[in-house]
């Protein structure tokens, strides 16, 4: 079946400005997570639904970060008043039910590369 | 809170060599540790996943051991080619079941 997928898998926008990124996660997997990778660095957690709720939102840098999984599927991450600082390439990525143990393989998909000019 | 280094941060080595790249952590309180391939401008590859209860896991040419007790972690990749020529990813799971992830090494394999 297919992988995760992202769009757009590039996005400039100017400072201030809202964007929005989507995550279509491998289907059949309930948990969706989103990271964010500057250049040169590893991924930072951002945030983790089970289902529809978002169960650890602990990374989200504040409050102008915000993400929705309304049906438990296709999530969206919003930015709102983007900052330079916000460029980056957020990551999606989707596994099976967590369960105890945390066994799970996490998939990630391409990436979208927000420029924010 | 978790910390993952990654040393070191770039590697360059002739074609046919082994390779040997380094992940340390802090907390060994872990559920699982990930290997990632990352190629440029493209997102994370899963090479190896090993259980905390795991002491190593082997997929062709590739190796990674877990020491839990040291909070150490090596990945392996035998007789090197020009294709391994990438960014290589260690990530620890622990409790909440977010990924953290070390800085990654660059690799790169020369003809």
């Known amino acids: 079946g297919a992988g995760v997928s992202q769009t757009p898998s590039n996005k400039v926008t100017e400072k201030g400005k809202y964007v929005e990124l989507r995550c279509d996660p491998i289907s059949g997997h309930t948990a969706l997570y989103w990271y964010r990778q500057s250049l040169g660095q590893g991924p930072e957690f951002l945030i983790y639904f089970q289902g529809t709720g978002a169960a650890d939102d602990s990374g989200l840098p504040n409050d102008r970060f915000f993400a929705v999984r309304p049906e438990g599927s296709v999530s969206t991450l919003k930015i709102q008043r983007t900052e330079r600082g916000d460029s980056a390439v957020y990551l999606c990525?989707?596994?099976?039910?967590?369960?105890?143990?945390?066994?799970?393989?996490?998939?990630f998909g391409p990436g979208t590369r927000l420029t924010v000019l | 809170k978790q910390e993952v280094t990654q040393i070191p941060a770039a590697l360059s080595v002739p074609e046919g060599e082994n390779l040997v790249l380094n992940c340390s952590f802090t907390d060994s309180a872990i559920y699982n540790l990930q290997w990632f391939r990352q190629d440029p401008g493209k997102g994370l590859t899963s090479l190896l996943l090993?259980?905390?209860?795991?002491r190593e896991q082997t997929s062709g040419r590739l190796n990674a051991s877990l020491d839990k007790s040291s909070g150490r972690s090596t990945l392996y990749i035998a007789a090197s080619q020009p294709g391994d020529s990438a960014t290589y990813l260690c990530?620890?799971?622990?409790?909440?079941?977010?990924?953290?992830f070390g800085g990654g090494t660059r690799v790169l394999v020369k003809p």
């Open positions: 090993i259980q905390s209860s795991q």
């Open positions: 990525a989707s596994s099976s039910r967590v369960t105890s143990g945390g066994a799970n393989e996490q998939f």
């Open positions: 990530a620890l799971k622990a409790a909440g079941n977010k990924l953290t």
